[in-house]
């Protein structure tokens, strides 16, 4: 199976910057947009960030600024450089991804999480 795997999650003082990794496997054709979600505890998952193919992004509005999302198309992996993180930005960060094993289909794919935490 297509797999979506995160790293680079961890504690933080705040106003500290992580970058998250989310490496991809499996047999995969190619992968249409890219994205990053966070679950803080009691709340619902909400958009971080998101990149097209091309590279376009659009981010939440609580990030704007301060996180950055890219891409390597290459090796199928996208990354959020997250910058003057708030304790507000605690949260499992998931990673999203549209793939396609092959040229017609097209599926989404979730990563595991990772655990972010901005705390002094």
């Known amino acids: 199976q297509v797999q979506l795997v995160e790293s680079g999650g961890g504690l933080v003082q705040p106003g500290g910057s992580l970058r998250l990794s989310c490496a991809t496997s499996g047999s995969i054709f190619s992968i249409d947009a890219m994205g990053w979600y966070r679950q803080a505890p009691g709340k619902q998952r909400e958009l971080v960030a998101v990149?097209?193919?091309?590279?376009?992004?659009n981010y939440a509005d609580f990030v704007k600024g301060r996180f950055t999302i890219s891409r390597d198309n290459a090796e199928n992996t996208v990354y959020l450089q997250m910058s003057s993180l708030k304790p507000e930005d605690t949260a499992v960060y998931y990673c999203?991804?549209?793939?396609?094993?092959?040229?017609?289909?097209?599926?989404?794919?979730w990563g595991q999480g990772t655990q972010v935490t901005v705390s002094s």
């Open positions: 999203n991804a549209v793939i396609r094993t092959r040229w017609y289909d097209g599926s989404t794919y």
């Open positions: 990149i097209s193919s091309g590279g376009n992004t």
